[in-house]
């Protein structure tokens, strides 16, 4: 019987002795080769049963080596067993994908490695072998996958999220180029990531707009076929588009990006001409580029939303400014006429009734008394309406007092108790603070008014170095959360709610039938307080 014939492809003089030992101990012809070329050159001259296989070597790299025979039909079917040091995952991933049936890490034990060989030489242990292969293949693919998704999962935003996953293809694949196109309405942009770590000059990462031309081809090259294609089989498409001025970027592989059916656009990783990937490797960069199409697509909707939320609260803060200066102007306008004219009558009836009094008409006097009553009436409805619209003291004592004046007014007007509760040392708030901060309170204490039958309202106010805490309190009936959920919707407490949030706080209202009402908020002080 023929023995196995071996070839050890290890430039490691003694480590390539220990393993020729051991396996002629087995009864196996072993032939050793130290470089590159050499290896070559033997697989070119005979035909051995099984290769072991170390990565680095000089001049030809075990890849290289790997790929050769895997290429060749005469050699396609010889086992491969690789020996070598690089114990990354990606290594293991790209030894397996490219064809080797086992992948051993140094140190390793020479009685493993040789009942390793044993077991691939048995035509009845391929089938094992083969089913061993694959499963190490698809644990390494899992492997990686979660790692992305931990990325896209952490990543705080669209720009987070590319670089982090440019980083770890980079690595993974070792190519020193990433970048990711997306398609925009207002147009594409490329997001373009060089690792240039290997030659001492780090990482560069920049963001900019691609021509349209580029993005057109991208999403035509992947109208029938959603596969990741090499860079050079694309037409129409070059990697000078993407990555300007590197000469390093000759090739790569694009992976198009589709969330369901709509193109979204494509992750790029380039290095020099020569880049090819197994089956098993494109298998796991269509996985990583749908991963992260779903993280892209989630991504776009959350910055869509939050640039909603800011467009939402500029146009309430323009709508809130703009009532505020509305406010003002018919103050000004209900002082300067309604109100001075009034007070004009007031004056023209007290002189009226001087002049009756002096001329005995008792009857008339009556009547003018009735008069001046009703207006003088009117005339504090009006000034109480004026403090409503735009009350003086915001303007001329500032917030806290112009929130204590409001409450002894209200307590004053309703027959309540009332307390007034103020930090030692208060913050200057801005114009737009105290405005909104005086509206809340306003609203809360015309809801006391109308619906409480308080006996004592309170108003506190705290701070911390972060944030400014406002409450109003009374004693009054409170109401039944549970019946109020099937009425309307109080605009009074919805215009605290986006008074609130305007500020950047949050509103509670706790109340509880029979056991009165709070109306709390936070602000943060960093936005409210006076630059």
């Known amino acids: 019987m023929q023995k196995p014939r071996i070839l050890v492809v290890e430039d490691e003089r003694d480590v390539s002795k220990v393993i020729s030992i051991n396996l002629q101990l087995e009864d196996m012809e072993v032939t050793e080769a130290h470089d590159g070329p050499s290896a070559l050159r033997c697989i070119e001259g005979s035909a051995f049963d099984c290769v072991v296989l170390d990565v680095m070597l000089p001049k030809i790299s075990g890849w290289d080596i790997l790929k050769s025979i895997k290429s060749n039909p005469e050699t396609a079917d010889t086992p491969v067993v690789m020996v070598t040091a690089k114990i990354g995952e990606r290594d293991q991933l790209r030894g397996l994908g490219a064809g080797a049936v086992k992948y051993i890490t140094k140190p390793f034990s020479p009685v493993a490695l040789t009942d390793a060989i044993k077991s691939v030489l048995k035509p009845q242990g391929r089938d094992e072998v083969a089913r061993e292969r694959r499963e190490t293949i698809e644990r390494l693919q899992l492997s990686t996958l979660y790692k992305i998704s931990d990325i896209l999962i952490s990543a705080p935003s669209l720009d987070g999220l590319l670089e982090g996953v440019a980083e770890k293809l980079t690595s993974l694949f070792e190519l020193p180029h990433c970048a990711l196109v997306l398609s925009e309405e207002e147009g594409p942009e490329v997001y373009a990531f060089r690792d240039s770590s290997g030659h001492g000059k780090g990482k560069s990462i920049s963001r900019s707009a691609v021509r349209t031309e580029v993005d057109l081809a991208l ?204 930090p030692e040392s208060a913050p200057r708030l801005t114009r737009d603070a105290q405005i909104n901060l005086f509206r809340i309170v306003q609203e809360a204490l015309n809801n006391v008014e109308k619906h409480a039958r308080a006996s004592h309202v309170t108003i506190e106010i705290e701070t911390t170095p972060q944030k400014l805490y406002l409450t109003v309190r009374d004693d009054g009936k409170g109401y039944s959360a549970i019946r109020a959920r099937g009425k309307t919707r109080n605009l009074g407490i919805a215009s605290m709610k986006e008074r609130t949030e305007l500020l950047g706080g949050n509103l509670k209202m706790k109340t509880e039938s029979g056991r009165g009402t709070v109306v709390s908020l936070d602000v943060p002080l960093r936005q409210i307080v006076e630059g």
Request: glycine share 6%.
């Open 219 to 422: 999403k035509q090259a992947f109208a029938a076929n959603r596969r990741p294609a090499k860079v050079s089989d694309l037409e129409g498409f070059a990697l000078d588009a993407v990555f300007p001025g590197t000469p390093a970027a000759e090739d790569g592989y694009v992976l198009p990006l589709f969330e369901q059916n709509t193109y979204l656009g494509a992750i790029i990783i380039a290095g020099r001409s020569g880049v090819n990937l197994s089956m098993d490797e494109e298998d796991l960069l269509a996985t990583i580029a749908n991963q992260v199409a779903s993280a892209v697509a989630r991504a776009r909707l959350h910055e869509n939303l939050r640039e909603d939320e800011v467009i939402h609260r500029r146009l309430l803060h323009q709508t809130i400014t703009a009532q505020e200066s509305e406010r003002r102007r018919l103050a000004a306008e209900i002082h300067d006429s309604i109100v001075q004219s009034l007070v004009g009558i007031s004056y023209r009836l007290q002189a009226l009734e001087k002049k009756l009094g002096l001329a005995n008409d008792v009857s008339l006097l009556g009547d003018i008394k009735l008069l001046e009553d009703q207006l003088n009436t009117n005339i504090k409805e009006l000034r109480d309406l004026l403090l409503g619209l735009r009350p003086p003291m915001l303007d001329d004592m500032g917030l806290y007092k112009a929130l204590e004046t409001h409450l002894k007014n209200f307590a004053v007007r309703n027959s309540v108790q009332y307390s007034f509760q103020l």
